[in-house]
């Protein structure tokens, strides 16, 4: 099961940090992610971080604004989120496909989602 928090409201260039806790499930064993879906749009994946000492990817509108980590002691990824912008808003959502590599990170290959956080970016 995954745990997801920190979203909120911020005015544009402001900064959240989105986490996401596994429970009964050890994220270092997977490649974890986020997504995010905004009003009338598709859910598109955001950043994804593989296994152990694993790649980290992103789209490229989050490219230099937003970073991705993990702490095994807390088994928790982060999304530190920067410079945030109004396309940024949409509800957040962390997911695995329960492999190892973030290649396959889409939707459908999906087996695990958190519940999502809502981040709004306005002024």
């Known amino acids: 099961q995954l745990v997801a928090s920190g979203g909120g409201s911020v005015q544009p260039g402001g900064s959240l940090r989105l986490s996401c806790v596994g429970s009964g499930l050890t994220l270092d064993y997977y490649a974890i992610g986020w997504f995010r879906q905004a009003p009338g749009k598709e859910r598109e994946a955001v950043s994804c971080i593989g296994a152990g000492q694993g790649r980290t990817t992103y789209i490229d509108s989050v490219k230099d604004r937003f970073i991705i980590s993990k702490d095994k002691t807390s088994n928790t990824v982060f999304l530190h989120m920067n410079t945030l912008i109004p396309e940024d808003t949409g509800v957040y959502y962390c997911?695995?496909?329960?492999?190892?590599?973030?290649?396959?990170?889409?939707?459908?290959?999906?087996?695990?989602w958190g519940q999502g956080t809502q981040v709004t970016v306005s002024s």
């Open positions: 997911a695995t496909t329960l492999a190892a590599r973030c290649i396959y990170f889409n939707p459908t290959e999906i087996r695990s």
